[in-house]
């Protein structure tokens, strides 16, 4: 029987690497993307099929999708959006052109991936497709606001996309994971230094605490989680005949979305701000 294709994107390290890998051992024919050439090539010596996508680029996203739709004979059993990165920032210390930039990859290169392949599926009359989201996509944090944003948008867009898709074969879930092993920090560092004018910030002295955590190599945070987390997880995403909405994966994701069920938004902030 022919192998059931799915499609990653973001997998040149963290949770697409690893989830792209193990998925390729369990029989699945995996099309494992990365933004960068190099990235890319680093994956196929390694044994995957991989393809250069970059989710800020319309014409990367459709040579990407077409490549994967040529090699499968056009069809795609599975969409797993994971690229991403966040920005750390005071939301009055973000330009408009930072926001741009991270809603581009973070939601609209996603949304532009999402809505190619739709028809696919609708035609062959079956597929998963599987966002990963984040426990900021439904709690906040200080200083986390452009990420917060996209992934609240990401679920919400999300959210509607899978009661439109009832009834139609294609299943759509999300994925809340909180803190996983990955290089996410050491990106944000990167986007940080990009983007934020420090030096004109009224939260200059409090950015020397966050600079310190983003060089931080081992979590900072409790209750890390590594990537087989997210991975196990998305197995059930793939292969449930009833897979869920949503699937929260660390105890903070657990925790917070029993408590922003439960407590006023006053006394959740009261919380939040002192993490």
Known sequence: MKPKSVLITGCSSGIGFHVANTLKDRGYRIFASARKSNDVEELKRLGLESVQLDLANSASIDSALDFVLESTGGELYGLFNNGAFGIVGA???????????????????????????????????????????SILGFVTLKFRGA???????????????????????????????????????????????????KEHS???????????????????????????????????????????ARYFVTFPTYLFGTLKRLLPDRVLDSILIRI
């Open 91 to 133: 939301v009055e210390d973000l330009s408009r052109d930072a926001m741009r930039d991270l809603f581009e990859a973070n939601l609209f290169g996603t949304h532009e991936l999402t809505t190619r392949v739709i028809p696919v599926m609708r035609q062959q009359g079956f597929g998963r497709i599987i966002q990963n989201s």
């Open 202 to 244: 009224y939260f200059r002295d409090l950015y020397d605490t966050q600079e310190i955590r983003m060089q931080t190599e081992e979590p900072v945070v409790p209750f890390t989680l590594g990537p087989e987390a997210v991975y196990k997880k998305v197995v059930h995403a793939l292969e449930s005949k009833r897979p869920k």
């Open 147 to 197: 990420y917060n944003a996209s992934k609240y948008a990401l679920e919400g867009l999300t959210d509607t996309l899978r009661m439109e898709l009832e009834g139609s074969g294609i299943h759509v879930s999300l994925i809340e994971p909180g803190p996983i092993e990955s290089k996410f920090r050491k990106n944000a560092y990167l986007a940080y230094r990009k983007y934020i004018d």
